[in-house]
């Protein structure tokens, strides 16, 4: 301790004897000034920090008595890392754990569950209870039904999304018969929506001509199909369908009503046109009938 002040005492006094001078003379710069107040505070500081290293030691001279470390605490301190993470006591405290009973020869020792593995206990029954409240009381998780019904919605809306961009690619040039049953089926609905008024529910044929028998009005295949159901007959009755479907619906409505060749429907309407792949003509139909509308 008297060794530190005379340190001290040695250090400051250069300085106080600068500010001396300094004051004495009273005809510095203003720059010589601002240095020797920096000097003086500086001394201060060094002074303030000496003496509070000083306490400090005196004061752990004072607590180390008190601070003596305990047996199971060295023990603790000489664990290797992982002993020390998972809380493991020191083998060497073994005797100490024992019980007054035992089984059989076998000592039960009094050594509780680590702290975080009662962390980890306790947290999966608060997420038991939390989960169970969300997805099963209010109802507002994701159980796996309503992930299901999710799911589906959104494969719905890209497959719409995919199917408006498909459909609008395909014209009259590019159109193909399709035979897949689910396609043909879309085709279908398309024709009980829009069509069995003048074709008949089961293409037999009314106002409109037959669609079961091999004769057309304005040839036959896909391609002829799809441009009638697109562009329509105006001078027959059969209207414009481009702005009501998509190309992909009349492509299907299209194959369906090729389809339904040779299906033999009750009370069938008679021929009319050509026979397909024969140019042969069909008995003349009257006046009215010419004039009704017309998809072949």
């Not at 004061?59 to 992982?82: G, R």
């Not at 006591?89 to 007054?100: A, F, Y």
């Amino acid at each position: 301790m008297k060794t530190l002040i005379a340190f001290l005492t040695v250090l400051l006094l250069p300085m106080a004897s600068f500010a001396e001078e300094a004051v004495l003379k009273r005809d510095l710069s203003t720059d010589e000034m601002m240095m020797t107040a920096a000097f003086t505070m500086l001394g201060f500081v060094i002074l303030f920090l000496g003496m509070l290293v000083v306490l400090l030691i005196k004061l752990k001279s004072y607590l180390s008595p008190m601070m003596a470390k305990s047996e199971e605490e060295i023990l603790y301190e000489k664990q290797d890392f992982w002993s020390k993470v998972f809380q493991l006591r020191p083998i060497e405290m073994e005797k100490k754990l024992v019980m007054d009973h035992s089984y059989d020869g076998i000592q039960e020792l009094d050594n509780p569950t680590p702290p975080w593995f009662m962390f980890l206990f306790y947290s999966t029954i608060l997420f038991a209870v939390v989960y169970g409240f969300i997805y099963h009381v209010i109802g507002d998780g994701k159980v796996m039904a309503n992930e299901y019904v999710a799911q589906v919605k959104e494969a719905e809306i890209v497959r719409e999304a995919y199917l408006k961009k498909f459909a609008n690619s395909i014209n009259e040039t590019n159109v193909t018969l399709v035979t897949d049953k689910a396609k043909l089926d879309e085709g279908k609905v398309v024709y009980d929506n829009n069509c069995v008024a003048c074709h008949g529910t089961k293409g037999e044929g009314k106002v409109g001509p037959n669609f079961t028998d091999e004769y057309w009005i304005h040839g036959s295949g896909i391609k002829n199909l799809f441009r009638i159901v697109t562009e329509g007959v105006p001078e027959k009755g059969m209207i414009s369908w481009k702005k009501q479907l998509n190309p992909l619906q009349i492509q299907n409505v299209s194959s369906y009503i090729i389809s339904l060749k040779g299906t033999n429907p009750p009370n069938p309407k008679a021929p009319q046109g050509v026979k397909e792949g024969e140019g042969v003509a069909a008995p003349a139909e009257s006046s009215q009938t010419v004039s009704a509308d017309s998809a072949k």
